[in-house]
């Protein structure tokens, strides 16, 4: 965690500067906030396809399949919904997963799930991916990107292409920051007021979601 030490009080010490300055930037709304919410608003609806309708349009809102040659691609929706349904059941199960004590058993789960999406056509797994079970497992999964999460904790965008990096990778950023952060004196309270003012907060829709945007408005 050593790595992580810094950049962990960072967060929690100015929460309500990231916080203020996430909000006043006013950079995400339209399609992204949209689809976002309605995607975490049908996760517990019978009809299972809409609901991953609105995960997929979640992600090329939020910028994960460009047109033309260059830029990241996204797999057509007949092989994400098929991907998706081979792992329901692991999804029903990690959406058990507390952040507070995660065990073993519950990584290997949640890399389970990890490795079965398949939703990006092109060489890097772990933003689709990530953002995928951001809206499945949201209470232990956040988005990961390059411009803000990775920028922020590492300092760079890289990300070396292997579904067995960017796993490491995706567990590593977990649980040496997110848990941590989550696990913060006082900061559950604030992040849970955080959310509970859905109207003037619509991005805080969950703890880790709160996190996520306080690196956004960290680097803003």
Not at 47 to 56: A, D, Q, R, T, V
């Amino acid at each position: 965690m050593n790595n992580y030490r810094y950049k962990i009080s960072d967060i929690i010490a100015n929460a309500e500067k990231y916080h203020k300055a996430y909000y006043d930037a006013e950079t995400f709304r339209g399609p992204s906030l949209y689809f976002h919410r309605r995607s975490l608003e049908m996760s517990c609806s019978a009809n299972f396809e809409l609901y991953l309708e609105y995960i997929y349009s979640t992600l090329a809102s939020w910028g994960m399949h460009r047109m033309g040659k260059g830029g990241s691609k996204m797999q057509s929706f007949d092989v994400f919904k098929e991907s998706i349904l081979k792992i329901k059941d692991k999804i029903g199960k990690a959406r058990k997963i507390k952040y507070q004590k995660v065990t073993e058993l519950d990584w290997r789960l949640l890399e389970e799930v990890f490795r079965g999406i398949k939703v990006m056509a092109s060489g890097t797994s772990i933003v689709g991916n990530s953002k995928v079970m951001a809206h499945i497992v949201p209470s232990i999964v956040p988005p990961i990107d390059r411009e803000y999460t990775l920028r922020y904790l590492k300092g760079n965008t890289n990300i070396r292409n292997g579904i067995d990096y960017e796993w490491k990778l995706m567990k590593e950023i977990i649980s040496e920051f997110f848990i941590p952060v989550a696990k913060g004196a006082g900061f559950v309270n604030k992040a849970n007021a955080w959310i509970s003012n859905q109207s003037k907060y619509p991005w805080d829709t969950s703890i880790f979601k709160v996190i996520d945007n306080l690196v956004i408005g960290a680097r803003k």
